[in-house]
């Protein structure tokens, strides 16, 4: 396992950084949305240009940053080890949320699936065996 | 789930399929086009590879939302891992990596993982 992880390791930690700008990407886009959606009301259709620049376009580059991060971490290791790492960013979107967001309770069942998915994920990254 | 019709199911599942499909072919050509240790990285914005794959996740995003319009999130979310097995099997027969029982173990607790997250989400 140490050796999977020594060998998986610089891919593993891109990709887990890559997963939390996926995370950091999706919760930009939804209070952009959730303003804009709130602009429109208010004002009628005129959505917030301070909105578009604060929170819709930096989750775009978010996002892009991610995949860029995602495809060099790719580079050092198995695909099948590492693309599975991916579902870290439900962890980091909910950990996120529960820090920012905080409209939503989050319930126990959840927090467990959370501890689940981080298993699977240490399972797997210590998996590679060539 | 109430007013599905047969039809819509199997059109769900296949669009479910195809999108996890796609994903998984996204994260491959990412691969390809991502030099292994000590490359240039700078090579990857260079590479087709790496458009082709961003354009296929954003095909199986697109897809994904459509999805999350006819079904709860609470479903879309742990079909969504249906990709890591596709991963497996692209992996196995285009990259020569070997399917262990370690990893199917692993991705066996992740979707687990997954389906409980959106379980209380729900």
Known sequence: ?130 | MTGLSTIDIVIIIAILLTETFLSSLASYFLKKSSPADGGNKLKILLSPFFYLGGVLYVIAAASNIYLLQKLPYAIVLPLGSITYIWTMFLSNRLLGEKITFRKILGMCIIIVGVVLVALGKN
């Open chain 1, 1 to 130: 396992m140490l050796e999977s992880l020594k060998r998986n390791g610089k891919g593993i930690i891109l990709l887990l950084i890559s997963a939390f700008s996926l995370a950091l990407g999706q919760l930009l886009w939804k209070w952009g949305m959730k303003d804009l959606e709130l602009a429109a009301e208010i004002a009628r259709g005129i959505p917030g240009i301070w909105t578009v620049f604060l929170h819709v376009l930096p989750g775009f580059a978010v996002y892009a940053i991610g995949a860029v991060v995602m495809t060099i971490g790719l580079g050092y290791g198995e695909l099948s080890v590492l693309q599975p790492i991916n579902s870290m960013s439900y962890v980091f979107a909910l950990i996120l949320s529960a820090i920012f967001v905080r409209d939503e309770v989050i319930s126990p069942i959840t927090i467990v699936g959370v501890f689940v998915v981080v298993a699977g994920v240490i399972v797997i990254g210590g998996s590679s065996k060539k």
